[in-house]
């Protein structure tokens, strides 16, 4: 008999009833050191008083009119937004999917609105994670997903993460109107561009005059030491796709975007009837008014290097277990000898939640608020998860 929710996760048995920080507690009372914060989500961690003040503040408040008004903290958001980025505006979603699927459409709106409504394809990338919608997973292309969803929706051309002689071949098409790439791949393995094949991507896209789509849903809102990734490179999108981290847990999305990029997306082109609500909105305020703040930054930066440091340690200490650290600030990963899915079992057996991704890696998104003493006590657990998995192995 199928379960009463559809089975569409292998999920593990632990169930959370309770969240502190950077802390998970299971409803049997053990303490699990949370890892994966909720895939990248809860970027200050389990119940952060500053957002639970907005959320309940909010809830007291107003909870939902619609997009028929005007809507005083997602205006509070955009402005917000459009001061710290590149971007002259803002669309707010419920999900990382939903801004692909406006950021695919803002894409296509622009050409057809510039009297080239021909250039309607759209570059990716393998190992791609872009959400799970028909335009998303037409975007990622792999078999695993757009296996038995048919017909595909069309226009998605894939090449290899990182390649730049095979991007500048394919932008040669005069039907290419946009590249979209991850900066640092997620689901991907925590594969990382890097800089300056970024500024290659950049300069590719400038000299065909293709719109340039960076999904920063997983590696946005401070996770690598700067409020978006791309900022390491120097840099800018078009056109921008964000979630995950913005809501610190409340689900919103949103797309920011130039206003030469956007220029297509006028009244009754585009809409949403949760998009941009007040709960989510007052909560974003409040995840941006810690994480944008540059001393925040700083200690992001200086725990990643503490985490790093100890993590090329563990793989010294463990070669038979991982072979290498991937990634950038805290969103890092260990690609591992072992199956990844047997670590993250010997993790749980430790009371450490990490997340597995592809290419056998495993991630550690921690809360970006982690203290010093809980990094020891990961790299502790850490380093017991691979004294367990070399004795299964
Ligand atoms: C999680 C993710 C998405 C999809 O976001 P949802 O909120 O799950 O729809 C899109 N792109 C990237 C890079 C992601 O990590």
Redesign the pocket.
Known sequence: MIPSVLPTYNRAPLNFTRGEGSWLIERDGRRFLDLGAG??VNALGHAHPSLVQALTDQAGALWHTSNLYQVDRQQALADRLVELTFADTCFFT???????ELAVKMARKYWHAKGQPERVKILTFDG??????SA?IAAAGTEKMIGGFGPVLPGFVHLPFGDLPALRKALEDPEVGAVLI?PI???GGIRSLGDSALREVRAACDAAGALLIL?????GVARTGRLFAHEWAGVTPDIM?V??GIGGGF?I?AVLATEAAAAGMTAGTHGSTYGGNPLGCAVALAVLATVADPSFLAEVNRKAALLRQGLEGLVAAHPDVFDEVRGEGLMLGLRCRPAAAEIVQAGYAEELLVVPAAENTIRLLPALNISDEEIAEALARLDRMAQRAAKAA
């Open positions: 895939i990248a419920n999900s990382g999917t939903e801004a692909c791609a994670f872009h959400g799970r919608s998303a991850e791949q997620g689901e999904d920063e849903v997983q590696c796709m979630a995950k689900p999305g």
